[in-house]
């Protein structure tokens, strides 16, 4: 039977005396050490069997065989009979020592060293699964170089560090925590965590990740995340958690193995004494109803569901998406229809200035309006001040320093500039009922438009007006093609925003089918009502109002980098960089691992019934049996660990790539 996946220090390492080392040593494995024993101890007796010597040369080193092999399995057997658990491990054994008891020890002995051989196969490619994730852990320096108040520096564990501190990344250093630059110029190579293949540049302002390697510059480094919140981190601790959970056709099958197994065993007993009631010799008859057991055994069929959903899930992980369970990495698999939120989605969740309107009558360019507005704005937190604060800065224009800086909610902000006074704010509140000026009619239009405007005061009076609107991520329209493609129906765009901006936002995005204006509960309702027409739905979305949705959907996802706490919590996957095109690429990536679940089904099936037939309708030597039961256990596991390979998440890729 399959071992457990488990993301534990390998053998041979201590805590924080070593890092994890990036593959596991296959001798690491207890049942790796026992299978090249029991093989070494097969191939020393078998001269001394073959040439006929005296039973007192070889039966000594059979026994030991017979131990090496199958003492890990048989404890484990007992133990599961003891709680009253059929384990087919046991019956493995009980086949052996069977053989032995009516004079077939080569065969029994044969049986032990494939079995246990198998065994260790199982283990060492279940191990290559955990080793894929805990390569992660590899990349996150131990220490990092932290920064007093008073400029001195002290290397502290990574996992000392708090929201808050400053590190110092000297070149060729791995960045020891997420965080925002706030000193110093560089280029970063986070293929490790993007996957982009070049390193990046890197200067003030700009984010970088714990475990990604700095160029040949500096960086003093402000930590925004704590240690266990990184992305690495979460990668780890989220894969981890998942590798123990069941998906369904998993749980499905243990439940029919008991029954199986018990059926299994009863059927053995009527192969064996039904012949003994008609006179057929006792050897012959033993021989053939334990070979039967053997290849009935369903090992093959027990292994052929989680190593495909576990290598997913570890791939997915590599590549920034956190699946949270076995379930959800299945059910990614059967949606046939999508649910898109709009802003910090599809949008990039930060407004930024589309349109600056200055009106004749005020005298002003563009530039000359944006730069007032610009130091109005420079004092205040507001999102719209610092997107007219940052478009100002993008055209390179001088934003003078304003004075008499006040701020009113819902209203705007007023500042004194060279002695004139300048109101950036709602055009409701600033213009009140002068509604027919030049000012308010081009605001209504740009609201028209799905924006959102702001006017534009100098000494009380309107000179222009600037209108904002939230991007749409560069990747949206292709993320949209590929859902279709994948699902067969266009995703749907369910919006707490406005009808008009929701409509412009997703004629540009390639969505007809848009639900704008909604409350939390109306998103729900929305959900349910496709799932009462039978759908099964994914929804992605990132704020506290997208919660409900996400947890009432078949698959929630949650956009990582601005998702709400509470999202990320309700969410089934996460997407940690907030890159849309690896939500149809997971999509796709589950569904392989589904098919590949089918074909493990099909070549379990296919072994256990050719050779049940075959025993029962002819004679099938017991190695011969052990070598087929044993071969597809293997087989199954091998395909399903296909998925952890780079090249099957460029596979799942190319569903985002237009044609």
């Known amino acids: 039977m399959p071992p457990s996946l488990t993301l534990d220090a390998p053998a041979g390492t201590t805590g924080d005396a070593a890092a994890p080392t990036r593959r596991t040593r296959i001798f690491a494995l207890s049942e790796a050490r026992w299978a090249a024993a029991a093989l070494a101890l097969f191939l020393l007796a078998l001269p001394f069997y073959l040439w006929g010597l005296s039973a007192w040369t070889w039966g000594p080193l059979f026994a030991l065989c017979y131990a090496a092999g199958g003492w890990e399995p048989g404890l484990a057997g007992l133990r599961a009979l003891r709680d009253r658990t059929l384990d087919v491990d046991l019956l493995m054994v009980i086949a052996a020592l069977g053989a032995a008891v009516i004079g077939q020890v080569l065969d029994g002995a044969l049986l032990i060293v494939i079995f246990a051989t198998s065994g260790a196969l199982e283990a060492i490619a279940t191990a290559r699964t955990a080793d894929s994730v805990r390569g992660l852990l590899d990349l996150a320096p131990t220490t990092a170089t932290r920064r007093g108040d008073d400029g001195s520096e002290e290397t502290v564990p990574t996992d000392r560090l708090a929201v808050g501190d400053t590190i110092l990344i000297r070149p060729g250093e791995r960045v020891g925590a997420d965080g925002r630059v706030l000193e110093g110029m560089s280029e970063v190579d986070q293929a490790t965590i993007t996957g982009e293949p070049l390193p990046v540049a890197k200067q003030c302002g700009d984010e970088v990740f714990a475990g990604t390697l700095n160029g040949t510059g500096a960086l003093v480094v402000k930590v925004e995340r704590d240690p266990s919140d990184t992305v690495i981190a979460r990668i780890v601790a989220m894969v981890a958690e998942a590798s123990e959970t069941k998906a369904p056709t998993q749980l499905f099958i243990e439940k029919v193995e008991q029954r199986y197994s018990v059926g299994m065993v009863a059927a053995t007993v009527l192969l064996f004494a039904l012949p003994l ?48 369970s076995a379930v959800v990495m299945e059910r990614l698999g059967q949606v046939d229809v999508v649910a898109l939120d709009k802003t910090g989605t599809l949008t990039e969740g930060t407004p930024r200035v589309s349109d600056i309107r200055p009106i004749p009558a005020g005298g002003l360019s563009e530039d000359e309006l944006l730069a007032m507005a610009a130091a109005a704005e420079r004092p205040s937190e507001h999102p719209l001040a610092r997107a007219v604060v940052e478009a100002a800065r993008d055209r390179g224009l001088p934003v003078p320093a304003a004075e008499h800086f006040a701020s009113t909610p819902g209203a705007g902000v007023t500042a004194h500039l060279d002695g004139r006074t300048v109101a950036v ?28 405007a702001v006017v534009v005061l100098l000494d009380e009076r309107p000179v222009g007006v600037i209108g904002f609107a939230d991007r749409l991520r560069a990747e949206a329209a292709r993320t949209v093609n590929a859902l279709t493609a994948l699902t067969g129906t266009a995703p749907k765009l369910v919006t ?30 929305v959900v349910k009502d496709l799932e009462r027409a039978g759908r099964k739905v994914l929804v992605v979305g990132d704020g506290v109002n997208d919660a409900p949705a996400l947890a009432a959907a078949h698959v929630g996802v949650a956009m990582g980098r601005a998702g709400s706490d509470l999202a990320l919590e309700t969410a089934d996957a996460v997407v940690v960089r907030d890159e849309l095109t690896t939500i149809p690429a ?20 296919a072994f256990i019934t050719g050779l049940v037939i075959w025993d029962l309708a002819g004679h099938l030597p017991l190695p011969l049996g052990v070598a087929g039961h044993e071969g597809s256990t293997v087989i199954v596991g091998l395909n399903g660990l296909r998925l952890l390979t780079s090249s099957a998440w460029r596979r799942a890729r190319r569903h985002t790539t237009p044609a």
Do not use: W, Y
């Not at 999509?587 to 099936?605: D, E, F, H, K």
């Open 277 to 324: 009631v008609f006179g057929t010799a006792l050897q012959p008859t033993l021989l053939r109803a334990m070979t039967f057991m053997i290849v009935a055994s369903p090992c093959a069929v027990v292994l052929a569901t989680m190593p495909p959903l576990l290598s997913a899930i570890a791939n997915a992980g590599r590549h920034g998406v956190l699946v949270k």
């Open 586 to 605: 997971v999509v796709a990536l589950s569904r392989r691992a589904r098919r590949l679940v089918t074909q493990n089904l099909i070549i379990a099936a």
């Open 425 to 452: 704010g709602s055009p409701a509140r600033l213009l009140g009922d002068d509604a027919a000026h030049p000012v308010a009619a081009v605001a209504t239009r740009l609201e028209a438009d799905g924006r959102t």
């Open 496 to 525: 707490g925003d406005n009808p008009r901006a929701a409509d412009r936002l997703a004629a540009d995005a390639g969505i007809t089918e848009v639900r704008a204006g909604l409350l939390p509960a109306d998103k729900v309702g």
